[in-house]
């Protein structure tokens, strides 16, 4: 299948099953974790970019309580039409997060929980190159990926859907060519399913 093609096959699957997926998987103590260690990391105020929305809940909305000024996409318009029920305090926008235009030095921190594995593996390098341009210096990006690589496209939650994932070691270089300092790169079994992400920290370093 041709990328937009997959890409159309995400945003349909997720609009018919936005409401079947937050029940199955809105809670989370793994995404818990890692949205706890994100939210640690940023500066009062902080500008955040959250990749893969979804509903808004719960990361948006955890985030807002923090009083961050919060910019929502997914490429479903059903999940954002949720997330603006939602969060009415966040900005969300209906895109493909690889086709996105965003200032350089626009955000403190980006984070992608569950999101990137919808993103063919080979928009992969450019989406990360892309993210670093829009961090400032010193912020700080999140992410689930795959922990192996490979494409899967079949029926997921009763709708067809599409999975992409680079090796992890692949995963970790792209990460530095863009530019980042990854601080953390581990494979985590997932509490609410039978997966394995792999999750990563990278920060974009300060100017001197």
């Not at 692949?170 to 300092?181: F, N």
Request: with cysteine; aromatic share 8%; net charge negative.
């Amino acid at each position: 299948m041709e990328n937009d093609d997959v890409k159309r096959t995400v945003s349909i699957g997720y609009d018919r099953v936005a409401d079947d997926y937050l029940e199955l998987f809105g809670v989370s103590s793994v995404r818990q974790r890692k949205l706890d260690e994100f939210i640690e990391r940023l500066p009062p105020g902080a500008a955040v970019l959250d990749l893969g929305c979804g509903a808004g809940v719960p990361v948006a909305k955890a985030l807002t309580e923090q009083n961050f000024e919060v910019t929502g996409v997914d490429i479903s318009i059903g999940q954002i039409e949720r997330a603006r029920r939602n969060v009415p305090a966040a900005t969300f926008v209906q895109g493909d997060m690889g086709s996105l235009n965003f200032a350089p030095d626009t955000f403190d921190g980006v984070c992608a929980f569950y999101s990137v594995t919808h993103v063919p593996r080979d928009e992969h390098r450019t989406l990360v190159r892309r993210i670093s341009e829009w961090l400032r210096p010193g912020g700080i990006f999140i992410a689930s990926l795959g922990a192996s690589s490979g494409d899967w496209t079949g029926s997921w939650l009763g709708v067809p859907m599409f999975f992409s994932h680079s090796d992890p070691s692949e995963a970790e270089q792209i990460i530095r060519d863009a530019g980042l300092v990854l601080e953390l790169s581990e494979l985590v079994e997932q509490d609410n399913e039978a997966a394995t992400f792999l999750w990563m920290i990278a920060q974009k370093p300060s100017r001197p």
